[in-house]
């Protein structure tokens, strides 16, 4: 009997054991399950980090005309400001333009190219773009008509806007610079109008550009500034005039301005003498 009695408690302490061991490894997958679901609950919840809605300048207008032909801004750097941009690169060496994150570069040839990341900005606007309004227009015989109806459309003329406007073009003429030598002695009163024209007929693309309300100054240069990208990344350049029997106009409300001066000697040197005396065409 007491032999029996031994037996019966050994089994007793054997079966609470297992049943002690079973309930805690229960528990622990039932722990890491719920870590696992709070883990991925909160990958969920996480939000993407908010690009920021803002003008960015890299050197100011006046500078530039002066002949502030070099910056320090890199094409890489460029791409972290936004994924739209215009612009011009160090020596005047190509019209710069950004279409959703992609640099193009067209030289005083009319050729594209893709910079690398290593080339030098001297002048540029950009942003992140983010439509806040858009419609369609028809019958733009030229660009004063596009900008005369752009504007009635704006709910303020006293804010930034980016553009994105695309169409088949029956007629798109672009504007290009000749790239210069150091030390710089031509400013762009005298090389704008003797420019580089590129013209083509039944063009498809994209004019990406900003408008600047008057308050700018000397900053910036008021009013619509536009470049042009065809779909096949062939063609481009300065907008200078175009017509077209059907664009989409999209635009982003910019209410904030960011500039960032070239940090260069001739920067800290330049005397700011010449004002700009071209007249848009």
Known sequence: MPLKH??????VSIGLLLFLLTACKHSVERKNEQTSDTDS?????????KKPDSFYHYNIWLAFVNKIYDGTLSAKELKTKGDI???SYNALDGELIMLDGVLYQ??????????GDEAKIAYTNATFFESDQSFDLNAIPN???LRQRINRKLPTTNIFYAFKIHGKFNHMKCGGLHKQDKPYATGLDVLI???PVFERENVEGTMVGFYC?????????????LHFISDDEQFGGHVMEFNADHLSVALDHIWEYHFVLPQTDE?????????FQYKKK
């Open 85 to 87: 941009a215009l612009g």
């Open 41 to 49: 609950k909160e990958v969920k919840e996480t939000p993407d980090a």
């Open 106 to 115: 067209i030289t005083e040839d009319g050729i594209m190219h893709k910079p």
């Open 143 to 145: 660009y004063d008509s």
């Open 267 to 275: 920067y800290k040197k330049v005397t700011f003498e010449k004002a």
């Open 6 to 11: 031994t037996f019966m408690k050994k089994l």
């Open 213 to 225: 309300p008057d308050l700018v100054g000397d900053i910036s240069v008021p009013g619509y500034h």
């Open 193 to 195: 109008p003797k420019r």
